[in-house]
């Protein structure tokens, strides 16, 4: 039974959802052995990596997610976030269109050199995620004075 154009708008989207997600899934032994087309897969979220003297300033977009809602850790050798986006309707709200679905991700990524672990901070401002991480003190550069002999 029909009861409106609004279930088939949402019908057709998650026709939509299921056929991008079938495409992901078997386009390696598919589409990619016939054609050879470079698989294309964006690393989530999006992040920039610069340095100092002092430190590692990791940068990672983050939009709409709170500070609660991204974890953000050093392991072996390794810098980790993760975060998690959840879309519940607040009480008394009902959810007429949910196009930006609830996900989760984790990203491990490694350190291009030695830093102080109890020195990192971590701050979030308007969706961008900043992390610094700065250098340990047997890594930073040190300038050895030469005595005549």
Not at 54 to 74: C, D, H, N, S
């Amino acid at each position: 039974m029909l009861t409106g154009w609004r279930n088939f708008d949402e019908a057709f989207r998650t026709i939509d959802f299921l056929h991008r997600h079938f495409d992901d899934a078997f386009y390696d032994r598919l589409v990619a052995p016939a054609r050879e087309l470079p698989r294309r897969r964006v690393a989530w979220p999006a992040i920039n990596v610069s340095e100092t003297k002092e430190a590692y300033v990791y940068r990672a977009e983050v939009p709409g997610l709170a500070e609660g809602e991204v974890t953000v850790q050093i392991e072996d050798d390794a810098l980790l976030l993760r975060g998690e986006r959840k879309t519940q309707a607040p009480e008394g709200y009902q959810v007429h269109v949910r196009e930006r679905a609830p996900f989760a991700f984790a990203r491990k990524l490694a350190l291009p050199g030695r830093v102080d672990a109890s020195a990192v901070t971590a701050t979030m401002k308007d969706g961008v995620l900043v992390v610094t991480l700065p250098k340990s003190k047997d890594a930073l550069p040190r300038q050895i004075a030469v005595k005549a002999g």
